[in-house]
Each structure stands twice: as C-alpha cells, then as structure tokens.
C-alpha cells in the first residue's frame, strides 16, 4: 500500500468518527430540546402525543378544579381561540392563579395535557415570550365587543 493511499484512508477513518460524533451529538441535542405549543396548535394536532414538550397560555378563570385529599389539579389553559385541558399533580407556584399566563411542561395523553412542572409569571408586567407571541393578535372574550 502506498503512503498516498495509506493517508487517504486515515483521513477517510478521522471524517467518518467526526461524523458519527456529530450524528451522536445531534440526536442527543435533540431529544433534550422541548418545544413550545399554543393551545391552537396542540388542538390543529401539531404538537406530539406522547413526547415531552411545553404549552402555555392564559389560565381560563373557573377552570381550576383541585382533587380533594391530593395535590391533583386540573386547569383549561387557552390562547383565546382553543383551549387545552392540564393535569397537574404537586403544588402549584405561589402565584398562579386564574387569569395569569403560565408555562407547563409535560405530555399530550388522549387530549389531556399530563404536566410534570408548571411554571407561573413572575410579576404583573412579564410574560413568558411564547405565551405573549401566541396572544399577540388574540383578544380575550371579556374585551370582545
């Protein structure tokens, strides 16, 4: 074997292990990322049944029903246009409430949202930036006229 040859091959081998790395590290990145839904889009069937992701919007006032004797929760988070069902079991952020805009993350199981953390807004003037852009062109039905 030639040296030309010899080095064309240990080249080949260093491009084929930097890809397999990259391959690896990529579908590592990706199976880490959680992306975020709307309420819109999860009931369009956009969002995965089955794997983690986060939904967000505004609580609908009157929805949040607590289980007696448990830490179970159930709220209907909506974006003005569709609404998605949670189940939360574990205690809530101080400051949730009903009317507020919040972050779960969780799974799609049969239409309802199972949440394993519920994140809350932290002052009157945030607004997590997914929930505020899937709002942006939405009204709530109060100021409907």
Request: hydrophobic share 40%.
């Amino acid at each position: 074997m030639t040296p030309r040859r010899k080095r064309m091959l240990a080249v080949g081998g260093v491009l084929l292990g930097v890809g397999a790395a990259a391959a690896l590290a990529f579908k590592a990145f990706d199976k880490n990322l959680l992306y975020f839904y709307d309420p819109s889009q999860v009931a369009a069937g956009v969002a995965p049944v089955g794997k983690t992701f986060r939904v967000g919007g505004m609580v609908t006032k009157g929805s949040v029903q607590r289980a007696p004797g448990s830490l179970e929760v159930r709220f209907v988070l909506t974006d003005y246009a569709h609404t998605v069902t949670v189940s939360y079991t574990g205690l809530l952020p101080d400051l949730f409430r009903e009317g507020q805009g919040v972050i779960a993350h969780g799974q799609l199981h049969d239409g309802l949202f199972v949440a394993d953390e519920v994140l809350a807004k932290h002052d009157e003037k945030y607004m997590p930036p997914e929930v505020a852009k899937s709002l942006k062109h939405a009204t709530p039905p109060e100021d409907r006229t």
